[in-house]
Nanobody, 121 residues
């Protein structure tokens, strides 16, 4: 497993941007798929982006074209660039690691503590 720490959350106005970072420890970081999930109060945790060890990415339609996931294996860090933010993007954002590429929450076995993103209208 890897240990993950998120940062970069905060309060932003509608239409604004934020960049989240997920810093990982562990020599095998580059072999993991990293996903960004979010959870709003009263809602299920949902995947908003994932990137495989080979750089293959996935986005649901709700964020496609607005969010971009990237990774820097030299820095053991994955980023989530979020543009054109909407109030419905407000949630706690978590990064998570899976041993292979997946969009299923069940395969992600290491999680960070989360970072709050609030988008004001």
């Amino acid at each position: 497993q890897v240990q993950l720490v998120e940062s970069g959350g905060g309060l932003v106005q509608t239409g604004g941007s934020l960049r989240l970072s997920c810093a990982a420890s562990g020599r095998t970081f580059s072999s993991y798929t990293i996903g960004w999930y979010r959870q709003a109060p009263g809602k299920e945790r949902e995947l908003v982006a994932a990137i495989s060890s080979a750089g293959i990415t996935y986005y649901p339609n709700s964020v496609k074209g607005r969010f971009t996931i990237s990774r820097d294996n030299g820095k053991n860090t994955v980023y989530l660039q979020m543009n054109s933010l909407k109030p419905e993007d407000t949630a706690v954002y978590y990064c998570a690691a899976a041993p292979r590429f997946s969009v299923s929450l069940l395969l992600y076995d290491s999680w960070g503590q989360g970072t709050q993103v609030t988008v004001s209208s």
